[in-house]
């Protein structure tokens, strides 16, 4: 019930914002158009990366391209995660080596594995061999966990503490290293082989003075999934829990990734 409210919450708003992209759209064709590339470029700037997809797509192979290469580099993989997997074939296709090498590092790897899934084997084969070493290693293990499965659909972005930590150093470890995280607002604490033992949330570091203990104030009763199972059964957990986040362990309990609320109402709809 949780999740169907935030869907059809965002469905209204996305109907809201149909309109308004209306109107900035008129606008960004016509700066295509006239050639007015710098004025375009700082209009794409300003817009949600959904909606930057959204543009894209309207455009033919030639343009879908030229926009593309417009945009800032933090911001070209957020948009290429959005776009359909026949513009993201197309645009692997024309870009070179160097580009391609920096999407595949910018991007989350649910979303890496989510296209490789669906390329021809040709392109995956590029792909793959333009990532660096750790990130085919971890495409390569996700993409080995059974179809549907709870593993299928989590994501390795997630902020991992240390239950000796203290508020201080939880905060330094999170500004950090969580800038490229999913999320931070849910922080999962690990023994020193990754076998979850509790988690703690921004609001509990908040409420805490700076050298209190993560152990003391981390909750050890941690509902999680395991990689194997079925994703329809980490639906009913989060309908059921009112969850944000979901930690995927493995049999030995050990954390290998995180399911968000937004992969969830993928997996819903």
């Known amino acids: 019930y949780f999740c169907f409210q935030i869907i059809k919450k965002i469905e209204y708003l996305e109907e809201e914002a149909m309109l308004e992209n209306e109107m900035k759209w ?14 375009l470029k700082a209009a794409l700037i300003e817009l949600n990366e959904a909606d930057i997809a959204d543009f894209l797509a309207e455009l033919d192979e030639e343009k879908k391209l030229l926009v593309f290469r417009m945009l800032p580099k933090d911001q070209a ?54 990532s660096s070493p750790d990130t085919r290693k971890l495409i390569n293990q996700f993409l080995n966990y059974p179809e549907n499965s709870a593993g299928s659909v989590m994501t390795a972005e997630y902020v991992g503490l240390k239950k000796q930590m203290t508020v201080e150093e939880a905060f ?43 152990g003391d104030i981390m909750d050890v009763h941690v509902i999680k999934a395991y ?22 362990v493995d049999k030995e309990n050990r954390l290998v990734g995180i399911i968000t609320v937004d992969d969830v109402m993928d997996v819903m709809e």
């Open 172 to 214: 330094a470890y999170i500004r950090k290293y969580g800038v490229d995280k999913e999320t931070i607002y849910t922080c999962y604490v690990m023994d020193e082989k990754r076998r979850l033992e509790g988690v703690v949330t921004v609001k509990d570091l908040l409420m805490n003075p700076y050298d209190t203990v993560l």
């Open 26 to 39: 008129e606008e960004l064709f016509d700066f295509l158009e006239q050639k007015q590339y710098r004025q």
């Open 77 to 130: 993989a957020d948009v290429f995660a959005f776009l359909e997997v026949e513009d993201q074939q197309h645009i692997i296709n024309g870009i070179n080596d160097n580009e391609l090498k920096q999407i595949i590092e910018d991007l989350y790897v649910d979303d890496a594995v989510d296209m490789l899934e669906e390329l021809p084997a040709s392109i995956v084969k590029r792909v793959l061999q333009n």
């Open 227 to 248: 990689t194997t199972e079925d994703r329809e059964e980490v639906v009913d957990t989060f309908n059921e829990y009112s969850l944000l986040s979901l930690p995927v």
